[in-house]
C-alpha cells in the first residue's frame, strides 16, 4: 500500500521554546516547501544536496509577508524516516510562527497529518516493522532509563532479527516436507516425524526464552502501581522516601503530615 499525498504536523511540543519545529513528509514536501522558502541561492531544494541545512525565510506568497526565518532539513526517500522526501522546517519556538507556518503549508496542498501517520508511513513503506514501532512509541512514553533502554533494544531490530530467523527457518522446514510429499519419485531425501521433532526442539526453546521475558519486559514499562496503607505515623513516608531514594513526602513525628495524594 502507498499513501500518495503530502502530510506535515508540528513535531515540538506546544508553548512558548527556543525552536519549533514542523514536519512535511511526502512526494510534494520538496516542491511545495520549496514555494515557500526563500534564501540567498537560487537553486531549487530539489537540487540541493541530500541530508543539508539550508538557511533562509518562510514568505507567504499570497502577501510576500515573512512569516519568520528558518532552518530547513532536507531528507530525500527512500532515506528518511518515513522513506520518503521529508522536510523539516525548523523555526523560532512559539505557538504563532509554528502555526502560522503549518497554516500556510495546509493552504498549499499539505494535508494535516493524523495522531501517529509518520510512524505509520514508515510502516507501510517497509522502512520499520511492527515491532519496531511499538518499541517507538514505548520510547516516547518510557518513563525510566529501564523502560527506555528495553525500547531501543527493541527498535535496533533484536526482536525482528529473531521472529525473521524463526520464519525463515520454519519455511525452510515446510518447503523441504512439501517437497518429499508431492514429489516422492525425486531423489530428495526424506524427513522422519522424529527428524522433524529435532529440528523444532531448539525453536521453541528459543521462542519460550523470548516468551518469558514478556512479564519482566511488561513491569519496566509500565512499572507496577502500588499503594502503601497505613495507620498515621505509622512511617508510609519514610517507607515512599526509601524506596524512591529521595525525600518525596515530608517526613515528622507529627500524625497526619501528610494529607494530599503523592505519586
Known sequence: MYIDDTIAAIA???????????????????????????????????????RTIQYGTIVDPATNKTIDEVLVLLMKGPHSYTAEDVVEIQCHGGIVPVRQILKLLVNHDVRMAEAGEFTKRAFMNGRIDLTQAE??????????????SLAV?????????????????????????????DYPEEDIEDVTSQ???DQLQPILKAMDELLSTANTG???????????????????????NALLRENRAIVTDIPGTTRDSIE
Open 153 to 181: 533494544s527493541q527498535l535496533d531490530g533484536t526482536v525482528s532479527s529473531f521472529v525473521k530467523d524463526v520464519r525463515e527457518q520454519l519455511i525452510a522446514m515446510i518447503a523441504h516436507l512439501e517437497v518429499t510429499i
Open 195 to 197: 527428524e522433524v521433532r
Open 135 to 148: 518499541a517507538i512509541i514505548d520510547i516516547i512514553e518510557a518513563k525510566t532509563e529501564d523502560s527506555l
Open 218 to 240: 511488561r513491569l519496566i514499562r509500565d512499572g507496577i502501581t502500588t499503594v502503601i496503607v497505613g495507620r498515621p505515623n505509622a512511617g508510609k513516608s519514610s517507607l515512599m
Open 12 to 50: 515540538t511540543p506546544p508553548g512558548i521554546g527556543g525552536v519549533g519545529i514542523i514536519r512535511v513528509s511526502g512526494k510534494d514536501s520538496f516542491p511545495i516547501v520549496n514555494s515557500l522558502f526563500k534564501s540567498a541561492g537560487t537553486v531549487p531544494l530539489m537540487d540541493r544536496q541530500n
